[in-house]
C-alpha cells in the first residue's frame, strides 16, 4: 500500500536553512507535492516536483527527489518567522482518481 | 483563478445530530472533487470523491455520505454525528486533466 512518512518536527533559527525530509512508496507516483498549514487554514500549495526531475527551485524553496530511495526533501533557504507552520509532503496515487497520500505532517518552528 | 469556498468555517454539534457541510468552487468547470479530513495532529485522510455531478465514490466506511446536486458544489453530510467525526474537513478540486489539487479553507468540526 501507499504510504509516506515525515518527521514531526524541525527547529530553526531565523536566518537559517530548513531541511524537511519524506520518503514514500508508491513508484508509480507521477507528481509529489509540499503543502503549507498556518494555524487553521487550509492547505497552501507549495511546489511540486514531477517524477522525472531531480531537482525543482521555486525563489527560496529547492526540492530534491531520489527516486530511486523514494525520498523527497523541501529547503527553505534563509527561514522566516512566517515560515512556521506545518508542511506537509504528499503523493499522487496511480490510480484515476489521482487522490493525494499525505504524511503526518513536519511542525516548522522558526525561532528568532 | 479558481476559488474554493467551504462554509461553515467551524461548527460545534452534539453528538447523533446532523451534519451538513458544503463546498462551492469558481473559475473552473466540470473539476474533480474530493472531501478529506484531517484529523488532530494528523495527516489528512481522502473520504469521498467525485467526478461529476451525481457520482460519488466513498473510500472510507464511515456514517459520512456525500452528494454533488450542481457540478461547482459538492456537500458532506451525517444523519447522526459520532465523537470521531470530530476533525477538519478540507474540500479540494483537481482541473481534469491536471494532477495538481488545491484545497478550500476548511470546516473545523467539534462533536461534543
Known amino acids: 500500500g501507499e504510504d509516506v512518512e515525515q518527521s514531526l518536527f524541525l527547529s530553526v533559527r531565523e536566518g537559517d536553512s530548513s531541511v524537511i525530509n519524506c520518503t514514500y512508496t508508491?513508484?508509480?507516483?507521477?507528481?509529489l507535492y509540499w503543502y503549507k498549514q498556518e494555524p487553521g487554514a487550509g492547505l497552501q500549495l507549495l511546489t511540486y516536483?514531477?517524477?522525472?526531475?531531480d531537482m525543482k527551485q521555486d525563489q527560496r524553496l529547492t526540492v530534491l527527489l531520489n527516486k530511486k530511495d523514494k525520498h523527497l526533501s523541501l529547503r527553505i533557504a534563509d527561514t522566516q518567522t512566517g515560515d512556521s507552520a506545518i508542511y506537509f509532503c504528499?503523493?499522487?496515487?496511480?490510480?484515476?482518481?489521482?487522490?493525494?497520500?499525505f504524511g503526518s505532517g513536519t511542525r516548522l518552528q522558526v525561532q528568532p | 483563478s479558481q476559488t474554493i469556498h467551504q462554509w461553515p468555517a467551524t461548527l460545534v454539534q452534539p453528538v447523533g445530530s446532523p451534519l451538513s457541510l458544503e463546498c462551492t468552487v469558481e473559475?473552473?468547470?466540470?473539476?474533480?472533487l474530493y472531501w478529506y479530513r484531517q484529523a488532530a495532529g494528523r495527516g489528512l485522510q481522502l473520504l469521498f470523491y467525485?467526478?461529476?455531478?451525481?457520482?460519488i465514490s466513498s473510500e472510507v466506511p464511515q456514517n459520512l455520505s456525500a452528494s454533488r446536486p450542481q457540478d461547482r458544489q459538492f456537500i458532506l453530510s451525517s444523519k447522526k454525528l459520532l465523537l470521531s467525526d470530530s476533525g477538519f474537513y478540507l474540500c479540494?478540486?483537481?482541473?481534469?486533466?491536471?494532477?495538481?489539487?488545491?484545497f478550500g479553507p476548511g470546516t473545523r468540526l467539534t462533536v461534543l
Open positions: 504528499a503523493e499522487t496515487e496511480g490510480t484515476g482518481r489521482r487522490a493525494l497520500t
Open positions: 508508491d513508484s508509480s507516483s507521477t507528481y
Open positions: 516536483i514531477f517524477s522525472n526531475m
Open positions: 473559475g473552473t468547470s466540470n473539476p474533480n
Open positions: 467525485s467526478v461529476g455531478i451525481g457520482q
Open positions: 479540494a478540486l483537481r482541473t481534469s486533466g491536471t494532477d495538481t489539487q488545491y
